[in-house]
């Protein structure tokens, strides 16, 4: 139980530093006029300060309330990402998408560890929460890197594009052959 403490407050404050650091890898950049585009600022300094807010390592193995109240920040912090996809810029950051997809996952994730642990009451371990451990502490690290680097690192925005291209064809072809039945 200490191994699990001890590492539930280091991997907590290592990912609340790692998004201090990106927020502050992109002021850096913003300020040296490198990057024009305020919504990677924006939003790597909401996902700090978010994390710094509800760093409640420390109470977690105090009540299983906590994925509930992770939750909810998630949700706020969704909230507040949210007028950033509409900003109307010719493209928007990798970052902020991951940033976008990130927190949905964990927020899913939160919510099925509230659901299995508090509604249901399930105090057995079973595959779920290494898949829940693993998921979410990947997620934050894959939002870190990807605030930093402002990359598509894992190719979901290129998959997303080839997805949305191919549907747009997939209409276009039935669109014109209902007008073609309709004429003939």
Not at 155 to 184: P, Y
């Amino acid at each position: 139980m200490y191994f699990e403490k001890s590492l539930a407050v280091f991997m907590g404050a290592f990912v609340v530093w790692g998004f201090l650091m990106a927020m502050l890898f992109n002021l850096m950049l913003y300020g040296f006029k490198a990057k024009k585009d305020l919504r990677l600022l924006y939003a790597s300094t909401i996902m700090f300060l978010s994390y710094f807010i509800s760093d409640h390592f420390y109470s977690l193995f105090a009540s299983h309330e906590i994925y509930k109240t992770w939750f909810l920040y998630d949700l706020v912090t969704l909230l507040l990402i949210i007028p950033v996809l509409f900003f109307r810029k010719p493209k928007l950051s990798p970052g902020v998408v991951y940033v976008f997809i990130g927190l949905i996952f964990n927020s899913v994730m939160f919510l099925l560890m509230h659901y299995d642990r508090v509604v249901i009451g399930n105090d057995e371990a079973w595959w779920f929460w290494s898949f829940y451990s693993i998921g979410v502490n990947l997620c934050d690290l894959t939002m870190i890197a990807v605030l930093i680097v402002d990359r598509d690192i894992l190719g979901l925005i290129t998959v997303f594009e080839k997805a949305k291209l191919q549907a747009s064809r997939a209409l276009k072809h039935d669109v014109i052959n209902n007008l073609t039945a309709l004429k003939a």
